[in-house]
């Protein structure tokens, strides 16, 4: 293809997830159709491949977490979405890159209607998993918990971790 | 003047529309305070200032033309990439379309209420944007999502291109 623009240039896959952090934190980065934002790890469990992480609770910064407790029908602090881990497992106290915005795959939560291509998506009630915000008794919760992007594609609820769909994070 | 950032050269227009891509499908760009973002229109011919909604999730491949219907509707894969603000993009060809930033766009025609300055809007019917002001929209407007707020009023038969701003 021919050159038409000055790309910038990185030293380090956004796949890289390191002990110690090689940019700033919150630096951003345009990559495949993908923004990313670098962040930490701040939380008690590793953010695996596929899921959904959440700034920190009282971070004053780019600290996430990917583990959280929340039940359906219930109010809770707003989980404030932050990215989805797109390429690798990014372990509890470490750096890497979370994809806040492009195409990313997510899993779906057990216990909830399949998800339909086109669905509105929120996060789900198990860590890490997610859900379709169709649900009309959801709407009010959904006002605090809004969604973070569209499903592209429909999946059938699973938990297992073959069971991802491209969702669209606008 | 001091040096705080790094700019971009382009040696390609935003309003450019090309048969064959020029740049990588999903480039990011900013422009007059605009973000744009390079994809391929997937559907029929994308006149100016129309809204287009993501086909595929292989990539930025965009469709102007959908089925959908006013009212409570919870429609299904309005996916918003963003406005085409600069150009006709013809079908199969490749150009950037404005994802954030102050567009043009056109109101939608009739079955739908006036618009008014302020107004929270989402896609409509065929790349139109319509104000979202029903109290029974609002599954639809949370499933959709509110894409910007009207600079401008406009009516119900208005198709000319109106302000907003596409968050």
Partial sequence: MS????????EESVSAVTATPTVDLGTQRVYG??????????GIVDA???TPVLIATGSTGYSFTGYWTYTDGTYIPAPNFFGVVKHATITAGSYGWVATR?????????GIPDV????????GATAGRCKAAT???????LIQNRYFGHAMQSQGHTDSTTGHFTTYIR | MSIYDQKSLWEESVSAVTATPSEDIGTHRYFGGNEYIYGYNAGGDANQNRIVILTAATGYS???TYVTGTGAVLDKGNTVLGVTQNATIAAGYYGWICTRGWVDVAASGSSVVAIAAGDA??????????SYTFTSEVTAAIAKGIIGYAAQTTTTTGVGAMRFYLR
Avoid at chain 1, 135 to 141: G, L, R
Avoid at chain 2, 121 to 130: A, K, P, W, Y
Wanted: without cysteine.
């Fill in chain 1, 116 to 123: 339909v291509a086109g669905d509105a998506i929120a996060i």
């Fill in chain 2, 121 to 130: 809007l989402i896609n409509g019917l065929d790349g139109f944007v319509r």
């Fill in chain 1, 48 to 50: 695996t491949q596929y």
């Fill in chain 1, 102 to 110: 492009g195409f990313v795959d997510v899993m779906a939560a057990t």
């Fill in chain 1, 3 to 10: 050159d038409y623009d000055y790309k910038q240039v990185s």
């Fill in chain 1, 33 to 42: 159709g993908n923004v990313y934002t670098y962040g930490y790890n701040a």
């Fill in chain 2, 62 to 64: 965009f469709v102007v």
């Fill in chain 1, 135 to 141: 649900f009309t008794s959801y709407i009010t919760q």
